[in-house]
């Protein structure tokens, strides 16, 4: 069952840019987490948010967590080549005890040099 | 770190055959689970285990079969190979299920061809 819905699909963008990718999801959660997966391989956390978070940073990155409008957006702020990926958010359903985390469709980050 | 590993990076298979993906993951995880992905279709879960010998089915169990005797391994058993589970097969896992510290932790992946 999909409940992230990442916006948008692929993103081009020049080094030095900064990057935003938007998750939107359908019902309440414990915590909200973004994952990156360079080509082929498998995903690696990036950054876990709370439902009781606004906000989160983690070096080049910044997340942000709207419960009422239950949506996220990952920000990567300027942005290298090595940023190359696609990005995934996953949601922590609310009073699911046992359940294994949602994970959306992905954004496809593109950074040129 | 945690580590997580698969038995196989690439693996090339015949309709029919039965085979058997092995994930071993070396920092007490209670949970661990097995993904498949497809191009535009992003992660569909499989099944995931919350415990030794327990297994819960996801979202596209038909067509496979897990086991997990010890803590540390989760395999995952496609009884009888088709060409549609010709796809990237992850395996990840985490040290709770829910709320605090369920991040995942994924292993490379395997890609399985079924000819």
């Known amino acids: 069952s999909q409940q992230g819905e990442e916006d948008p699909q692929a993103l081009s963008i020049q080094e030095g840019e900064n990057a935003t990718m938007n998750c939107s999801y359908k019902?309440?959660?414990?915590?909200l987490q973004w994952y990156r997966q360079n080509s082929g391989r498998g995903l690696v956390h990036l950054i876990l948010?709370?439902?009781?978070?606004r906000e989160k940073h983690s070096g080049r990155l910044r997340v942000t967590l709207d419960t009422s409008k239950k949506s996220s957006s990952l920000l990567i702020t300027a942005s290298r080549a090595a940023d190359t990926a696609s990005y995934f958010c996953?949601?922590?359903?609310?009073?699911?005890?046992?359940?294994?985390?949602?994970f959306g469709k992905g954004t496809t980050l593109s950074v040129s040099s | 770190d945690v580590k997580v590993t698969q038995s196989s990076r690439y693996l090339v298979k015949r309709t029919g055959e039965k085979v058997f993906l092995e994930c071993v993951q070396d920092?007490?995880?209670?949970?661990m689970f097995w993904y498949r992905q497809d191009p535009g279709l992003g992660l569909r879960l499989i099944y995931f285990?919350?415990?030794?010998?327990?297994?819960e089915k996801g979202d596209i169990p038909e067509g496979y079969s897990v086991s997990r005797e010890k803590k540390e391994r989760f395999s995952l058993i496609l009884e009888s190979a088709s060409t549609n589970q010709t796809s990237m097969y992850l395996c990840?896992?985490?040290?709770?299920?829910?709320?605090?510290?369920?991040?995942?932790?994924f292993g490379p992946g395997t890609r399985l061809t079924v000819l």
């Open positions: 285990s919350y415990d030794v010998k327990m297994k």
């Open positions: 920092m007490d995880h209670e949970n």
């Open positions: 948010i709370r439902s009781n978070e």
């Open positions: 990840a896992s985490s040290l709770t299920s829910g709320g605090r510290n369920n991040e995942q932790f």
């Open positions: 019902t309440s959660i414990n915590n």
């Open positions: 996953a949601t922590d359903p609310l009073n699911q005890a046992g359940t294994a985390l949602i």
